[in-house]
């Protein structure tokens, strides 16, 4: 294996003062058995060493990492802090209500999942069982995910946003027994009643024989005896310490659902070792985290960015990790610089959406002592350049780093970003990619690589790394038509991307109908699925348009049934049917009813050119003269027209 000859790195590294990056970085490349082994050693501690760092290929589908090691991620992320120092700060909780919240030590902590554990076994959880973890961001959901995999079950998180029909169909897939929630959340001054949620979801779900609830708010919260238990009282019945089970390196950590370009999400499959490894790794080169500092990372744990930097990252590095149970504008917009100042933090990651809302608000409200923020991270969406220079000029008065950071849930940890006070800053760009990732831009037509600089097409890897996902759950085919099989040999991110004149990368969007709503993952096809069970509802065609602060919104152009009319209260219930059926963040921004779809001759959807009449390019909508009735594009436009 060599370091891509279509990727010239070399020449970018130069003006960087630690050239010893690069020497590294073609290390992890052309030896990564060497590079990896010695990441794998250094940042995690194993009960039995492995053999060999890495053996399979992406076309083999037998992709393994650190063979024959056995560790376990709960001991890793808490044992071998609490017994070095039991006093250390591991969790930093803010709650929605500003001034309260509580904070954990690493003794604490361990104490916590080891009692959670022995209530999991008790409730007949066993290795390799998946558990379901339905909670907000509070220390209990970080303690849920730890006391999972300290008995070798697998977690499979289901962000708190999601309705009981999402809930139910998650829950279904992975035949969960148990299922780890609360009585209702708080978030942005707002209660929501999550265990109303869960009931309605596990209603349909056979296989769940134990519900366990952690009192958030203490409200009567209905309750079916024998199967549901509070989290309070069970913990209570059980000893602080629980020895963690011994795990092989490629036992599954977790499953987490994400959306494909089909309406049915993908429970995404991590291994132990392999992920681990790069949260480790990717925690401690791309935001420079050494011990004492204090992370906080504003993603929630329903999410992949949740999963590794508010959890794994900080934890397998000894650091505290602050828990933010709130919204950013909850109860002034000044809340996130509040925390920070409050808990001296020294690294901040948050999505680009939350950064426009906060710059719409105004620069007078980002207030705080923040000469301690030495690392500001973008996750989840393209950050504009605006957009990034106000994130470093007024957030971090220049002073601190930006880190782009471009990854997905199936790469598990940062695939191309740059490393904090070592890569040269650009903004809009994710810069060069994180040690392993071997990048390649391929024409979408040929499959060829393109080579050189200047150019684009769509972002593939061309070597496997330790924290790529293995299967997606129950359909390992489906995995590798996603991401194996689009480009022999590559592994495809789905996304477009270009490389400039340094050698620089440049993310441009999914090229499958995957849209992208404040950093929220969504498909196209998965909200079309929602609306079409609307009674009236005949065809539904969902596509994304640009949102100034959202990043991108979802547009619905719907027909009707025969016989139905337009009511008054449609565009209500229809934007209530994909609430209930995905969660309130799905709601379409626009609905158009209109007579018929562009569709072609074999009555495939012209989503294009629905695209092209959002985005006011209707004078390009190339030759609609194929579509089996062009007259439909002019009713099309006339309806947005009427509309705006
Ligand atoms: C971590 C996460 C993955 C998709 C990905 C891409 C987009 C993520 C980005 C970015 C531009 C960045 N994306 N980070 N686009 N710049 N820094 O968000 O995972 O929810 O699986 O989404 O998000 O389109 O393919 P996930």
Redesign the pocket.
């Known amino acids: 294996m060599g370091a891509s000859s279509s990727t010239p790195l070399r020449e970018c590294w130069p003006s960087i003062p630690a050239n010893r990056i690069w020497k590294l970085y073609s290390e992890s490349i052309n030896s990564p058995q060497k590079f990896w082994g010695k990441q794998a050693r250094e940042h995690l501690s194993w009960y039995r060493d492995f053999g060999i760092v890495h053996s399979g290929s992406f076309a083999n589908e037998d992709n393994a990492w650190f063979l024959g090691g056995k560790l376990n991620a709960s001991f890793n992320c808490v044992d071998r802090h609490a017994f070095e120092d039991p006093d250390k700060v591991a969790l930093i909780y803010e709650a929605d209500e500003a001034g309260s919240g509580r904070t954990l030590t690493y003794g604490d902590l361990l104490r916590e999942v080891c009692k959670l554990s022995h209530v999991l076994k008790g409730m007949g959880v066993q290795k390799g069982d998946i558990v379901a973890v339905y909670m907000p961001m509070i220390p209990e959901a970080v303690i849920a995910l730890l006391a999972c995999s300290r008995i070798g079950a697998v977690h499979s998180v289901i962000f708190a946003g999601f309705s009981a029909d999402s809930v139910r169909d998650r829950v279904f897939d992975a035949k969960c027994k148990v299922v780890l929630t609360v009585d209702e959340s708080k978030r942005g001054g707002k209660t929501i009643g999550i265990k109303t949620v869960i009931d309605k979801a596990i209603a349909q779900c056979p296989t769940v024989s134990n519900v366990l609830v952690f009192k958030r708010t203490g409200a009567e919260v209905p309750w079916v005896s024998g199967r549901d238990r509070w989290w309070h009282e069970e913990l209570r019945k059980w000893p602080g310490y629980i020895p963690p089970e011994e795990m092989d390196s490629e036992d599954p950590l977790f499953l987490l659902y994400?959306s494909g370009s089909t309406g049915k999400p993908k429970g995404v499959v991590h291994s132990t070792g392999g992920y681990l490894v790069g949260a480790a790794s990717t925690g401690k080169y791309v935001f420079d985290i050494h011990d004492g500092d204090r992370f906080f990372c504003g993603g929630d744990v329903g999410?992949?960015?949740g999963h590794t930097y508010v959890v794994y990252a900080p934890l397998l590095l000894g650091i505290s990790t602050v828990i933010f149970e709130g919204t950013p504008v909850h109860p002034t917009p000044s809340r996130y610089w509040d925390i920070i100042e409050k808990h001296q933090v020294t690294q901040f990651y948050v999505a680009p959406t939350a950064l426009r809302l906060l710059k719409r608000y105004g620069s007078e409200h980002v207030t705080g002592a923040r000469s301690h923020l030495r690392v500001l991270g973008?996750?989840?969406?393209?950050?504009a350049p605006d957009v990034w220079k106000w994130y470093f000029e007024t957030v971090g008065k220049t002073e601190a780093h930006i880190v782009?950071?471009?990854?997905?849930?199936?790469t598990g940890c940062h695939a191309i970003t740059p490393l904090a006070g070592i890569t040269p800053m650009k903004p809009g760009s994710?810069s060069l990619p994180f040690f392993g990732i071997d990048p390649v831009i391929l024409d979408p037509v040929s499959g060829a690589e393109v080579d050189g600089n200047n150019i684009e097409g769509v972002l593939a890897f061309k070597q496997p790394w330790p924290s790529m996902a293995r299967t997606v759950w129950g359909a390992h085919e489906r995995y590798m038509d996603t991401y194996l099989k689009p480009f022999d040999g590559y592994y495809y991110?789905?996304?477009g991307a270009s490389r400039d004149d340094d050698g620089f990368f440049w993310?441009r969007?999914?090229m499958d109908d995957?849209i992208?709503v404040s950093?929220h993952?969504l498909s196209t096809a998965e909200i079309e699925a929602a609306l079409i069970e609307h009674p009236t509802v005949s065809e539904a065609a969902v596509v994304a348009t640009p949102d100034e602060i959202t990043g991108q919104s979802s547009t619905a152009f719907l027909t009707l049934k025969d016989g139905s009319e337009v009511f008054e209260t449609l565009h209500a219930e229809l934007v209530l049917q994909v609430r209930n059926t995905i969660g309130p963040f799905a709601a379409p921004k626009g609905i158009y009813v209109v007579p018929d779809l562009p569709k072609t001759r074999s009555g495939k959807i012209m989503r294009r050119i629905l695209r092209k009449i959002m985005a006011g390019e209707v004078d390009q909508l190339g030759d609609i003269s194929t579509l089996s009735d062009p007259s439909a594009v002019g009713k099309i436009i006339e309806a947005v027209k009427a509309a705006a």
């Open positions: 994400t999410w992949i960015t973008s996750v989840g969406e393209p950050i782009d950071t471009y990854w997905q849930t199936e994710a991110t789905g996304d993310i969007g999914r995957i992208n950093g993952r």
